[in-house]
């Protein structure tokens, strides 16, 4: 079992930053990719951007270019830096852990709003 525990979010103006971080802790020998997501109302959850084992990458079509995912200074902690934040960019974000190629554990969410 895994335990993911999240922290950044907020109210920043549009274009402004803002970073997202995520531990996993636990049975962490089986953790796979670590990703970010995000939902709003009435919306399915969506992939924002993923780091893989190998420290390979994917984005989002909208977070690709401004969006930086990393891993910190422990292997299971991963960052989402967020730059020229748009209104568009208001959701939930969750960070979601892999775990034994068949269990995705999520973190608590963090409420991100963009005001113009």
């Known amino acids: 079992q895994v335990q993911v525990v999240q922290s950044g979010g907020g109210l920043v103006q549009a274009g402004e930053s803002m970073s997202l971080s995520c531990t996993a802790s636990?049975?962490?020998?089986?953790?796979?990719?670590i990703g970010w997501y995000r939902q709003t109302p009435g919306k399915q959850r969506e992939l924002v951007a993923i780091?893989?084992?190998?420290?390979?990458?994917r984005y989002s079509g909208p977070a690709q270019g401004r969006f930086t995912i990393s891993r910190g200074d422990a292997k299971y902690t991963v960052n989402l830096q967020m730059n020229n934040l748009q209104p568009e960019d208001t959701a939930v974000y969750y960070c979601?852990?892999?775990?034994?190629?068949?269990?995705?554990?999520w973190g608590q969410g963090a409420q991100v709003t963009i005001s113009s």
């Open positions: 979601g852990v892999e775990w034994d190629q068949r269990i995705t554990y």
């Open positions: 636990g049975s962490t020998r089986e953790v796979g990719h």
């Open positions: 780091i893989d084992n190998n420290d390979n990458t």
